[in-house]
């Protein structure tokens, strides 16, 4: 025996189950149906008016009043405004606390390229001598880069950054107290100053990665790298009246305080945690084993893009001073300002390139390529201008502003 499920009836236009089965119908028609009507007027309902909403091609009814409808539509909701609300703030609260923080980075590490030239002359320093205590420095500096990655994600980018400000800066002033008891403390305490500053750029990546949604990333790393170059402006500008008035040693301590109040700063504007993102609004999947990362060419590639980018960058960091007081014979002081040419384009061309980096992304340029050619273009900037720069005419000084 054959049994056959009978039809179910279909309900009454003017029925509950009827204005259900026709109304998706007659929402992506944009109209309604006259038994719709019908049912409406019969309970005694009127229509509500149809105004169109421009944004979106719909009738205002069909727009669901905000903090109501499916989760999924309440949280795009709560993105959306999230992100019209926060980018501003964000790029104060992380961008410009994180560039004080790295300008002082930098003036405490350029002091030291100024200083020597005077304490190589107090101390009967050799060439060999005064390059070893500047490369002191990049000891330490080296040591810590992956431990500040691996703690700023255990404790938190604000947490890493403040220890870091407040290690260098302590460093720093006793420099001249380690120069006086020998060579062997000095280098000593210019390594605890590049192990301090060793895990700062990890910490800012960790706080814009985390606080700075995507399309807004490029800008905020621009702001914190302009931040940073400009502390070897200030750095060279400061260094020689300071010295000239009150003696080498002075540029320490004077530089060294100066992290108390960037540390106060800091602790005062970057929030505590992320703004309730996570991952800023544009990660994806979750942490990517270091196996996995170790054993990925791009990860090699960027590795040894900043490997040249940084052999450039630490010459001219260290040695330009030194370079137009032996080569031109120009004094501190216009050595000093001759130095800060090549900071000074740098602190301009990363806030350009943050910014120009995001409109290209927005533009429908891939990230990557996008990245390679700002990338290349300043690889093609260093390595042009220090073959000018190694090949001085005669004794015509040829000013050369390296990108």
């Keep these: 025996m054959v049994t056959v499920d009978r039809p179910r009836p279909l309900a009454r236009p003017g029925s509950r189950h009827g204005s259900r089965r026709f109304s998706p119908g007659i929402r992506e028609a944009g109209r309604l149906s006259s038994s719709r009507r019908l049912s409406s007027r019969s309970l005694g309902r009127r229509d509500p008016p149809r105004r169109r909403c421009f944004r979106r091609q719909c009738t205002r009814r069909e727009q669901p009043s905000p903090g109501r409808g499916p989760p999924a539509l309440r949280a795009l909701e709560s993105a959306e405004s999230g992100a019209r609300r926060d980018a501003p703030s964000s ?39 005064s390059g070893v205590v500047q490369s002191a420095f990049l000891w330490g500096y080296m040591g810590t880069q992956l431990l500040g990655g691996i ?37 000593l305490t210019r ?15 960790n706080l814009i990665g985390k606080n700075v949604r995507a399309e807004r990333r490029a800008t905020a790393l621009g702001i914190s790298f302009a931040g940073f170059h400009s502390g070897n402006i200030l750095g060279l500008l400061l260094s020689p009246f300071l ?15 100066l992290g108390l109040p960037v540390l106060l700063f800091w602790q005062s504007t970057v929030p505590d945690s992320p703004s309730g993102r996570g991952d800023g609004g544009g990660a994806k999947g979750g942490a990517i084993p270091i196996s996995r990362l170790l054993s990925s060419a791009s990860t090699w590639a960027i590795f040894l893009a900043n490997f040249v980018n940084h052999w450039g ?7 330009l001073p030194t370079y137009f007081n032996r080569q031109f014979s120009l004094d501190l002081a216009k050595s000093s300002i001759f130095s800060l040419l090549p900071w000074l384009v740098m602190a301009i061309c990363s806030s350009l390139a943050g910014v120009l ?3 290209l992304i927005r533009r429908g340029m891939a990230v990557k390529n996008a990245r390679k050619a700002l990338q290349c273009t300043s690889f093609l900037g260093t390595a042009s201008t220090l073959l000018v720069i190694s090949h001085p005419m005669g004794n015509r000084l040829e000013v050369v502003v390296p990108l």
């Design 357 to 359: 980096a995001d409109y």
């Design 191 to 205: 390594a605890l100053v590049g192990l301090g500053e060793g895990v700062a750029l990890p910490s800012m990546n």
């Design 91 to 129: 790029l104060f609260s992380i961008a410009m606390p994180t560039a004080c923080s790295l300008l002082l980075c930098n003036i405490c590490r350029i002091c030291m390229s100024i200083a020597v030239l005077k304490a190589a002359a107090e101390f009967g320093w050799s060439d060999t001598v």
């Design 313 to 319: 960058y630490f010459i001219y960091l260290s040695w």
């Design 243 to 257: 010295i000239a008035n009150f003696g080498w040693r002075s540029i320490f301590y004077a530089f060294g305080l």
């Design 151 to 187: 703690l700023a994600d255990a404790f938190g980018g604000k947490v890493v950054m403040a220890v870091s400000v407040a290690w260098f800066s302590v460093a720093t002033a006793l420099t001249p107290v380690a120069a006086g008891l020998g060579q062997g403390p000095l280098l």
